[in-house]
């Protein structure tokens, strides 16, 4: 009777130790899936901070164009006005 008992003890034992091992293999399994995932959002926010950057640029640019342009047409125009003034009092 002794015997079968401790046979159902190391039986036990063993079953334990085996399901411990699995659970601690879910567990890294998780922790994986989780470092991934964070990487893979980190890598998002990488890209949308670029595109962002970038789509600040192209405005940034745009901007500076069209102020050229519009102090250009301010010149343009303000040197028609004197040559007429000019032209209007010859």
């Known amino acids: 009777m002794k015997r079968i008992f401790l046979s159902f003890a190391a ?48 405005v940034a640019d745009s901007v500076a164009d069209a102020a050229e342009e519009a102090m250009d047409d301010v010149k343009a125009k303000t040197e028609k006005a004197a040559e007429s003034v000019k032209d209007a009092m010859n």
């Open 11 to 58: 039986l036990c034992l063993v079953a334990s130790v085996y399901s411990c091992r699995e659970t601690e293999n879910k567990a890294d399994d998780a922790g994986d899936a989780i470092e991934e995932a964070a990487e893979e959002a980190k890598d998002d926010l990488e890209e949308a901070a670029e595109s962002v950057k970038e789509a600040a640029e192209e």
